[in-house]
């Protein structure tokens, strides 16, 4: 059965790190885009980060950019978040998907059709 499963999240304090996982099984990373996503309480989904088939190019929301990096390792058959500098407003459920070809623009969520159950990362002291 093909999923994705995602890990790391925990709690953590402002300032602080994690990063999450993205493990994929029943199919293979190669040749597909990973994105990440995050929904806080009351808010809508939000996409922070893509990275391509090869690696070569990864995206960022401004919300996030020069605080987390995103990455994968096919020969794990798994992608990752690096999250630093995290502040409360980061708290979230963080969610990876997948699709085919390139990252999708915002209008483009539609063409992720694989997506993980996610885990929560909550920052606070």
């Known amino acids: 059965q093909d999923q994705l499963v995602e890990s790391g999240g925990g709690l953590v304090q402002p300032g602080g790190s994690l990063r999450l996982s993205c493990a994929a099984s029943?199919?293979?990373?190669?040749?597909?885009?990973i994105g990440w996503f995050r929904q806080a309480p009351g808010k809508e989904r939000e996409a922070i980060s893509c990275?391509?088939?090869?690696?070569?190019?990864?995206y960022y929301a401004d919300s996030v950019k020069d605080r987390f990096t995103i990455s994968r390792d096919n020969a794990k058959n798994t992608a990752y978040l690096k999250m630093s500098s995290l502040k409360a407003e980061d708290t979230a459920v963080y969610y990876c998907?997948?699709?085919?070809?390139?990252?999708?623009?915002?209008?483009?969520?539609?063409?992720?059709?694989?997506w993980g159950q996610g885990t929560q990362v909550t920052v606070s002291s």
């Open positions: 998907a997948t699709a085919r070809l390139y990252c999708p623009a915002k209008s483009e969520v539609s063409r992720y059709t694989r």
């Open positions: 029943g199919f293979t990373l190669d040749y597909i885009v």
């Open positions: 990275i391509s088939r090869s690696g070569a190019a990864t």
